[in-house]
Antibody, heavy 119, light 111 residues
Framework: QVTLKESGPALVKPTQTLTLTCTFS??????????VSWIRQTPGKALEWLAR???????FYSTYLKTRLTISKDTSKNQVVLTMTNMDPVDTGTYYC???????????WGQGTLVTVSS | QSVLTQPPSVSGAPGQRVTISCTGS?????????VHWYQQLPGTAPKLLIY???NRPSGVPARFSGSQSGTSASLAITGLQAEDEADYYC???????????FGGGTKLTVL
């Protein structure tokens, strides 16, 4: 059974760095073909892909946000970590992690974690 | 402004058929990269409804079907039920952006 769960601060101040952790089970990021992505949903409801890390440690970032994002994995803990620097109120939203297939679809998602950026 | 364009809302009566369009370009749907569809109920994570343009994951009713032609794709729902009322999103990959792109979402209202 594949599960994913996001964790991190519910509130961050503008200009701070956000660190989110995705803890998963039911698969391993050491297995060929496994991938985990981060996707967010802003209050305007649009979904936005942020980043992806693959089993071979390849990393991919949103063209619009790549200067602010870093994705990494800890295979011993079955975790993927996303950091986003220089947070702004427009970054307020729900952040999801999801297992991503080779065709870029995601069948397994975490429940999401709501992050509010406010002073 | 989303890379993939969806109508903001559609509606239909129980039992009817509705379709939701997703229009892209030659760098995504028309490339062609696969289109996937998600259903999102209020307060929950998106659920994969259709993958690879036309395929349904296990457990998704056959009332849901997908199609793709040129730079557009569509999701069709037949035999509309009250429980289908949700937001629906299309997703693909864009070679110009080198990343995954989503549609802006369509709110389905069952009358």
């Amino acid at each position: 059974q594949v599960t994913l769960k996001e964790s991190g601060p519910a509130l961050v101040k503008p200009t701070q760095t956000l660190t989110l952790t995705c803890t998963f089970s039911g698969f391993s990021l050491t297995t060929s073909g496994m991938r985990v992505s981060w996707i967010r949903q802003t209050p305007g409801k649009a979904l936005e892909w942020l980043a992806r890390i693959d089993w071979d440690d390849d990393k991919f970032y949103s063209t619009y946000l790549k200067t602010r994002l870093t994705i990494s994995k800890d295979t011993s803990k079955n975790q993927v970590v996303l950091t986003m620097t220089n947070m702004d109120p427009v970054d307020t939203g729900t952040y999801y992690c999801a297992r991503t297939e080779i065709d870029y679809s995601s069948e397994y998602w975490g429940q999401g974690t709501l992050v509010t950026v406010s002073s | 402004q989303s890379v993939l364009t969806q109508p903001p809302s559609v509606s239909g009566a129980p039992g009817q058929r509705v379709t939701i369009s997703c229009t892209g370009s030659s760098s995504n749907i028309g490339a062609p990269y696969d289109v996937h569809w998600y259903q999102q109920l209020p307060g929950t994570a998106p659920k994969l409804l259709i993958y690879g343009n036309i395929n349904r994951p296990s457990g998704v009713p056959a009332r849901f079907s997908g199609s793709q032609s040129g730079t557009s794709a569509s999701l069709a729902i037949t035999g509309l039920q009250a429980e289908d009322e949700a937001d629906y999103y299309c997703q693909s990959y864009d070679s110009s952006l080198s990343g995954v792109v989503f549609g802006g979402g369509t709110k389905l209202t069952v009358l």
